[in-house]
């Protein structure tokens, strides 16, 4: 009986919805439920975090699930402001979107099936605009069903990470 309870045990560590989603990625609080859609690790969390805020330096920030990466984003500060459908059309691997739509949002922000941009003024020793670029490696490109999922992450870690900056 305790051989069965212990395979039980086994089988249940090793379930994806048991791996904990971080209540902070990358520097920002978020509330777990809302990365939890767009985040499907199979083995536990962990950051490469390459960003300081103090600084205001472009640089990538990736939430890994082993050694893959499940959410990339990328933080940059830029003395003017950003296009985001030239950015999220074009073809590098830092800032392209898939199917990119502008949303209404407080910020101006685009969601596509893999990944969205936003854009704000904020000023920092980095420039006067910070733009968050975000993409999901593990969504395939045709899979029209994070849409949403890719937006509610944005208006909630968007504006949360502006007020991690220290924006004048």
Same mark, same amino acid.
């Given at each position: ?5 212990v395979s ?6 090793n379930?994806?919805?048991d ?6 990625i ?9 990365s939890r ?6 083995? @536990?969390?962990?950051?490469?975090n390459r #960003?300081?805020?103090?600084? +205001? %330096? ?6 890994? !699930? &082993?050694p893959d990466?499940?959410l990339d ?20 691997s830092?800032s392209?979107?898939t199917?990119?739509h502008?949303i @209404? ?5 685009? #969601?596509g099936?893999?990944? +969205? %941009?936003?854009?704000a003024?904020c000023?920092? !020793? &980095?420039g006067k605009?910070f733009?968050?670029?975000l ?6 490109l ?7 999922d ?17 924006c004048?």
């Open positions: 009986m305790s051989a069965l309870a039980a045990f086994a089988v249940s560590c379930d994806p919805a791996h904990e989603i971080p209540k902070a990358c520097g920002t609080q978020i509330d777990p439920s809302v859609p767009l985040v499907t690790p199979d083995e @536990d969390l962990h950051e490469y #960003v300081d805020r103090s600084e +205001a %330096i472009t640089a990538p920030c990736v939430l890994l !699930s &082993g990466p499940v984003l990328g933080f940059s500060w830029d003395p003017n402001p950003t296009d985001l459908m030239y950015l999220a059309q074009g073809t590098g830092v392209h979107v199917d990119p502008a @209404d949002f407080t910020y101006k922000t685009i #969601v099936t893999d990944g +969205a %941009i936003s854009i003024p000023e920092t !020793s &980095g605009y733009t968050l670029t993409q999901l490696p593990q969504i395939s045709m899979d029209q069903t994070h849409r949403k890719i937006e509610r992450f944005m208006r909630a870690y968007f504006p949360a990470t502006l007020k991690t900056l220290g004048k």
